[in-house]
């Protein structure tokens, strides 16, 4: 009679498992980026500006963050479960009090997240603000 042993999973086994388990959903696909990506619970949204790149700075904003609400709805998390943000500014020293003002109207009060804002040439002309977002589903 031959006895055959039982190997159990190794960690490394166990851990390959998991890492196949878990997909990446990619939305608003090109071949240069997506719009959003979910993977493991996060939402990761691309750089997002204004629509009339002609406005001021807080209608950018505003107009930049009513986008950003519309993919976080669309990836199925809202603004209460940011994580993290990244703020571009095309003149830091005019600019960052009048943005300031309309982000801290739109950040839930108690859910404010991590955030760095820094000065940058921006991609057209006209665009004063760029936002990325990363938050967590709900």
């Known amino acids: 009679m031959q006895v055959r042993a039982f190997r159990s999973p190794s960690l490394a086994d166990r851990e390959r498992s998991i890492v196949r388990a878990m997909s990446i959903t990619r939305m608003h696909t090109s071949e240069r980026a997506s719009g959003i990506v979910i993977h493991n619970g996060v939402v990761y949204l691309s750089g997002h500006v204004a629509e009339d790149p002609g406005a001021d700075i807080q209608d950018q904003t505003r107009s930049t963050l ?27 020293d005019n600019h960052f009090a009048l943005m300031n003002e309309v982000w801290n109207d739109w950040v839930p009060s108690g859910h404010a997240p991590t955030r760095a804002c820094v000065e940058a040439h921006m991609a057209r002309s006209g665009l004063l603000v760029e936002i990325t977002i990363t938050a967590a589903l709900p």
Do not use: N, Q, S, V
Not at 66 to 92: C, F, V
């Open 66 to 92: 009513a986008r950003i609400d519309a993919k976080l709805a669309e990836a199925g998390t809202t603004r209460e479960h940011l994580l993290t943000a990244t703020i571009y500014l095309r003149d830091i």
